[in-house]
């Protein structure tokens, strides 16, 4: 199951050093975190977590697979992309094709590097990429609305349902608001989805801050975050120049960077652990003297959708999970261990698999 998120910014703010760090460490990683450049500007990094190699450690798994997330390096954005200024056509394209928006924001001051509107503010800059994704979706719904009139007098129902889901985007857009505030029923939700409007997808603010600033952030960052938390959504402070110098280091020589530097983690590590949250993704685990493996499923899977994810024959033929929870299996030392004090349960196709559980899938071929 492949997640993408789209990095986009105004020229000049941090996002192609950003994405380069980012390609820089994951191709730098252990065989078993492999990095694969899909296209020049789509990666796959590793979603770090501990929790994996403390699973493959009980188990002596010869090798250790995590799961990944995509991050794809959007064009540059200027104001007018929604007509087509600079490359905006093709930056609207790829947003499309995103799970979510890292929303890079130059939140450094530095007289070498020119801001393409003369000035650093990062919420009059996510106001200019939030303008042009809403006069995209604007100018897409109205030409769709027209494309649907005959439809919809003919009494279609699919045709209805768009109409209304559409209508209910426009209105807010034409407020200066989302499309992702209007709230959608159960029922609609795979109708909503089918309309791709840009500004339904989640967005993440990722604060690019000076050297100096990296732990703490600065007032820019402190704007940014009021901005994100009105808006219900997530921000996360880094310095792109700090992850691009720790991208070129060895772990040992990046922890002692790092301690130097006054942080606790890679700013990397929690823009991809943010991602994962604001997509609402969990991790469940399989485990075993080969190979201990993290798998994405979305919150609230089911477990014959968790088994899916491993292969489809996998759901098909689903009987039940074999379940242990992570602190069971690390805490009692293991499978047998586990099995043994009565902690692995067999759930059956209603159970809703939970974040960190080990399982193992018993399925009809």
Not at 61 to 73: A, C, N, Y
Not at 122 to 144: F, G, H, N, W
Not at 259 to 271: F, N, V
Request: hydrophobic residues 45%.
């Amino acid at each position: 199951m492949g997640f993408k998120m789209g990095i986009v910014g105004l020229p000049n703010v941090g996002k192609s050093t950003l994405f380069n760090a980012l390609t820089r460490t994951a191709a730098a990683q252990a065989a078993n975190f492999p990095f694969c450049t899909i296209e020049p500007n789509v990666g796959e990094v590793a979603v770090p977590d501990a929790r994996l190699d403390k699973l493959a450690g009980i188990a002596q798994s010869k090798q250790i697979i995590p799961t990944r997330m995509t991050f794809v390096d959007i064009a540059g954005l200027v104001k007018g992309a929604s007509k087509g200024e600079g490359l905006g056509n093709q930056f609207l394209a790829n947003i499309r094709e995103v799970d979510a928006i890292a929303h890079v924001l130059r939140c450094f001051e530095d007289g070498d590097v020119t801001h393409v509107d003369g000035r650093v503010d990062p919420v009059a800059d996510a106001e200019t990429i939030e303008t042009e994704l809403m006069l995209a979706d604007i100018e897409s719904i109205e030409k769709r609305l027209q494309n649907i009139v005959r439809k919809v007098r003919g009494g279609d129902k699919e045709a209805v349902q768009q109409e209304r889901l559409m209508k209910a985007a426009l209105e807010v857009l034409e407020q200066g608001q989302p499309a992702r505030v209007v709230e959608v029923d159960e029922e609609d939700a795979k109708a909503w989805k089918m309309l791709q409007l840009l500004t339904t997808k989640p967005v993440l603010y990722v604060c690019n801050v000076g050297e100096a600033e990296a732990a703490d952030g600065n007032a820019h960052a402190t704007k940014v975050a009021e901005m994100a938390a009105a808006q219900g959504n997530s921000h996360v402070i880094i310095s792109a120049q700090i992850e691009e110098e720790i991208s070129q280091l060895d772990p040992d020589e990046a922890e002692m960077f790092l301690e130097e530097m006054g942080l606790k983690e890679a700013g990397l590590d929690r823009l991809i652990q943010a991602g994962y949250a604001l997509l609402h993704l969990e991790t469940y685990f399989t485990v075993g003297p080969k190979e201990a493996r993290a798998w994405t499923i979305r919150s609230g899977t089911t477990a014959p959708r968790a088994a899916g994810v491993i292969h489809g024959d996998f759901e098909k033929g689903f009987i039940r999970a074999e379940t242990i929870a992570y602190d069971d299996f690390v805490g009692l030392g293991g499978e047998q261990p586990a099995k043994e004090a009565g902690k692995m349960r067999a759930e059956g196709k209603s159970y809703v698999v939970k974040d960190g559980d080990v399982l193992h899938f018993l399925f009809n071929t």
